[in-house]
């Protein structure tokens, strides 16, 4: 890899880890509600709120009420996401008269974006209204994103109290990370990314000349407006021509903030982070890859903060990056690496000053090698899912990377909330695998871990494989999931088992060939999302409300200190092979045997 | 268990009021009275009216231009409304095809040019819109297009090197020429 490469890297990295600390700091502070001068002006309106709705922001709540109140909330916003992409015909904002979206594409996205996971089976552009875009989906954008942050903050609770048997108050938690975190990080960033180019208007889309005369094959319609095929099964085509373009619009790069920083993903067009009008410069893509690890990293500062010992975040955080980069060294080596069919093709993939080189198929030009792979990694070992170069043409190990980062439940960083509460799981485990080996009973942070607490993070740990592999299987096994696959061999399995390890991961990217947008797809993976994030975030609050109850044991000679060298080995070795033991033999049969194949051409 | 609802209603209305409305509309404001060129798609303008964007590629196949990335967009390439890649995996044989019949098109276009083609040249983009070329992509082409255009090749450098972008800040992302604003100038020089 050049210098330029690493030294962009290091960039990344340092401006990262050197706001960790300020936005950690910031975000305990709100969260114990004591706030910093610059934004107390913002409590009376908080507390006017507070009393609109009829909540008592010291009414404290037990880890069953907190998980119903997340429960109430998630199931309005599926209804009003669902009802209004029915009803898009009727409603204002939609300069390009989109009727209504399908049942079950509706119901896939609700899901969808209410899950954070933000998998698309539609086309933003050819789809979406701009009022469906900004008060359904960018909605849901801060709302997932903040129950995420509140359900983390009850689990932080859970090891910062003793003995007691509430773990905070769900609306005062998801209000404050909204208004106090989300919000306005959103406002600067999407005024920072306009600055770049990212649009933001409300104009219908805008037809211009085009230089040349473009000749293009079009499909022929049938009558009832279904693609005609031929005998062999081959769309029908007519050649034709243009003198324009049509260029989409609309409110981008205010839904582009939230996008990143709420770790959604979901992009206002197809191409998502690699569309010029979603991210138009290095400058806005470094700003992307930023925001989507911003609020994930510093939410460590956070956890140790408010359990009183700031080395315990560190610890978890330093984990993290060794993870990322070990994973970021293979993508980039990988993609840097190209495709050895091309060379003999003709085709020059050496990188050089004048050019990135590598495997460009599916990437952009302003981003290269070096920023395709490291967005690549960035977006799935958080939960973001937007993409600014095509996964689905990367080469097997580097398109391995993703999904592996995905499988291992996007701990690394990982979501809003989400990641670090899945890491802290990761990390209950750690201490109990420990506790075995010398057979004293596990503790993590002063609290005896138990029966009850590894079940719950069991059932954490093992959901998402059981799911994935099993939504994998079954899809391999039926006519319908096939049907959707768009490359042959190895490569087609992979598309499926990134679809299904996508969904239950809440990532939201894909191996995109894919065709999702079926009603087969369209409700495996709407379930698989569901049960993705729900089904974690309830044993992750039950276990919050069992941590909490406990009593809290002062440390002796005895207890394993969980800030050192030696626990973030045992918790990166933790997260590796649970993952690898899970995932091995699925990989085995996608990419790595897709690798073996591409080896032979070179 | 009913408990919740109203806080459940009130704050789902409120917050959307907030966050799907309030902070749209204001990102617009700002940035319409701020930044306006660039809030609406920095649009190139002739003549009072838009005659493309600087920032969405087009299609060329004519040799006397210099010929954008390839684009997988349907049904004709570079079409913003129908944003993506190609989604080809990288051992899939249409891709081979592909990238085979691109480099044949650009040799038949130059004949006797046999240096290796650089690779972004016959890659599809990811959003299939993508406005840049890499410089190497553009020196291949240069001999051509002067060439076709009876220039000599030192003034196409030139305009060229005027449409260049180095490194933001001379450190992120890649160095990049902008076809379409490098095709305008070239038919507006003489």
């Known amino acids: 890899m050049s210098a330029n490469g690493l030294l962009q890297i290091a960039l990344f990295l340092g401006v990262l880890l050197a706001s960790t600390k300020p936005l950690g700091w910031y975000m305990a502070r709100v969260y114990e509600g004591q706030l910093p001068v610059f934004v107390r002006w913002i409590a009376p309106l908080e507390n006017l709120f507070y009393k609109l709705c009829g909540v008592d922001s010291k009414d404290e709540m037990r880890w069953t009420r907190y998980a119903l109140a997340m429960l109430w909330f998630a199931l309005l916003g599926v209804l009003t996401v669902y ?18 979206v399908s049942p079950d594409s509706s119901f896939n996205t609700a899901i969808s974006f209410l899950t954070n996971t933000n998998w698309q089976g539609y086309s933003g552009e050819s789809t979406m209204s701009y009022l469906v875009q900004m008060a359904a989906l960018a909605v849901q954008n801060f709302f997932s994103a903040a129950a995420g942050m509140a359900v983390l903050v009850a689990l932080i ?6 003995t007691m048997e509430t773990i905070g108050n769900f609306w005062v938690d998801m209000t404050r990370s909204i208004i106090y975190i989300l919000l306005p990080l959103s ?20 037809t211009v000349p085009t230089v040349e005369t473009i000749t293009y094959d079009n499909p022929k319609m049938d009558a009832a407006g279904n693609p005609m095929k031929d005998a062999a099964g081959n769309p029908v085509t007519e050649k034709a021509t243009t003198k324009e373009q049509v260029i989409a619009l609309g409110p981008v790069a205010s839904q582009e903030a939230i996008k990143q920083l709420g770790t959604n993903g979901g992009g206002f067009f197809n191409a998502n982070s690699a569309h010029p009008y979603e991210n138009p410069t290095p400058l806005s893509n470094f700003l992307a890859m930023l925001a989507i690890f911003l609020i994930p990293a510093a939410l460590c500062y956070t956890f140790g903060s408010m359990v009183g010992d700031t080395r315990q975040g560190w610890a978890i955080l330093v984990a993290m990056t060794i993870l990322f980069v070990g994973f970021l060294a293979v993508a980039e080596y990988a993609e840097q690496n190209g495709n050895p069919a091309f060379t003999a093709l003709g085709v020059d993939q050496s990188a050089s000053a004048t050019q990135s080189g590598g495997n460009m198929e599916g990437k952009e030009t302003r981003f290269g090698i070096v920023n395709s792979a490291l967005f690549a990694t960035i977006t799935t070992s958080a939960s973001c899912g937007a993409v600014n170069s095509m996964h689905d043409s990367f080469t097997p190990l580097g398109g391995l990377v993703p999904l592996a980062q995905i499988q291992l439940g996007e701990v690394i960083f990982g979501g809003v909330g989400s990641g670090l509460y899945g890491m802290l799981v990761y990390a209950v485990i750690a201490v109990f695998l420990a506790g075995l080996m010398i057979g004293r009973t596990p503790e993590y942070l002063g609290k005896k871990i138990e029966a009850f607490d590894i079940k719950m993070a069991s059932l954490v740990i093992l959901i998402p494989p059981m799911i994935i592999l099993g939504g994998t299987a079954i899809a391999v096994l039926m006519d319908a999931g096939k049907a959707g696959v768009a490359n042959p061999g190895a490569h087609g399995f992979s598309e499926i088992l990134y679809a299904f390890s996508s969904a239950v991961g809440n990532n939201g990217s894909a191996f995109a060939g894919i065709s999702a947008n079926t009603p087969f797809y369209n409700a495996a993976l709407g379930f698989e999302m569901f049960f993705g994030r729900i089904w974690l975030m309830i044993p992750v609050l039950a276990l919050a409300g069992s941590l909490a109850a406990k009593k809290r044991i002062p440390a002796s000679i005895g207890s394993m200190a969980t800030h050192t060298q030696m626990f973030v080995w045992l918790l990166i070795g933790t997260v590796l092979l649970v993952g690898a033991l899970n995932f091995v033999p699925a990989l085995a049969l996608g990419p790595v045997i897709e690798h073996l194949n591409m080896s032979r051409l070179g | 268990m009913l408990k919740e609802i109203r806080p459940a209603i009130v704050s789902f209305l409120l917050l959307t009021l907030l ?11 700002v940035s319409q009275v701020t930044m306006p060129d660039k809030a609406n798609g920095s649009m190139i303008i002739k003549d009072g009216k838009p005659i493309g964007s600087s920032l969405m590629g087009q299609s060329f196949s004519d040799p006397k231009y210099f010929w954008s990335r390839p684009s997988a967009t349907s049904p004709m390439p570079n079409n913003p409304t129908s944003s993506g890649g190609s989604n080809l995996g990288p051992t899939n044989p249409a891709l081979m095809d592909a990238v085979k019949g691109r480099v044949q098109a650009l040799r038949d276009a130059d004949p006797g040019n046999q240096q290796p083609v650089p690779v972004d040249l016959v890659t599809a983009s990811g959003s299939g819109l993508d406005p840049h070329i890499s410089p190497a992509a553009a020196d291949y082409q240069l001999a051509r297009v002067a060439r076709v255009r009876n220039l000599s090749p030192d003034v196409v450098r030139k305009l060229v090197a005027e449409h260049t972008e180095g490194r933001q800040f001379g450190i992120l992302g890649e160095p990049r020429v902008n076809v379409l604003e490098l095709n ?5 020089s003489h």
Do not use: E, K, W
């Not at chain 1, 009802?83 to 898009?88: D, P, S």
């Not at chain 1, 609770?157 to 003793?162: Q, S």
């Open chain 1, 83 to 100: 009802a209004m992409q029915r009803l898009q015909g009727m409603l204002p904002l939609n300069p390009q008269a989109f009727g209504a």
């Open chain 1, 157 to 162: 609770r859970g090891f910062a109290r003793h």
């Open chain 1, 187 to 206: 406002i600067v960033l999407a005024l920072a990314l306009v600055s770049q180019g990212v649009i933001q208007n409300f104009s219908a889309y805008q």
């Open chain 2, 19 to 29: 966050t799907g409305i309030t902070y749209p509309l204001l990102v617009t404001g």
């Open chain 2, 184 to 188: 305008l100038a070239l038919d507006a």
